[in-house]
């Protein structure tokens, strides 16, 4: 299994950016898709965004559409999530995960996981 680390998380303001790193260890890095999800404090675990194992496709919920980007650096064996004008709604512990075979929304199809990192945005 693939060790995934999260970082970048913090408290900001609405309209803010901050950009979370994964990185990943264990594993050859280039062969695996790569995701973000959230979940906000009395709610269920939300999909965000994944990225195919080549980087060719990318997947975002609506709700993110054009303010996040979802990428990745092979050579760093690191995923990012640039998060972009930012809500208040947006405020979550949020996590990446990795796997061979591509789930995209589906969280129960990503087989590891990072331990999280909080993102708090104020209004």
């Known amino acids: 299994q693939v060790q995934l680390v999260e970082s970048g998380g913090g408290l900001v303001q609405s309209g803010d950016s901050l950009r979370l790193s994964c990185a990943a260890s264990?594993?050859?890095?280039?062969?695996?898709?790569l995701g973000w999800f959230r979940q906000a404090p009395g709610k269920e675990r939300e999909f965000v965004a994944a990225?195919?194992?080549?980087?060719?496709?990318?997947e975002y919920v609506d709700s993110v559409k054009g303010r996040f980007t979802i990428s990745r650096d092979n050579a760093k064996n690191t995923t990012y999530l640039q998060m972009n004008s930012l809500k208040p709604e947006d405020t979550a512990d949020y996590y990446c995960?990795?796997?061979?075979?591509?789930?995209?929304?589906?969280?129960?199809?990503?087989?590891?996981w990072g331990q999280g990192t909080p993102v708090t945005v104020s209004s």
């Open positions: 264990g594993v050859t890095f280039r062969m695996y898709n």
């Open positions: 995960a990795a796997d061979l075979v591509y789930s995209g929304s589906r969280s129960t199809g990503w087989g590891s």
């Open positions: 990225i195919s194992w080549s980087g060719a496709a990318t």
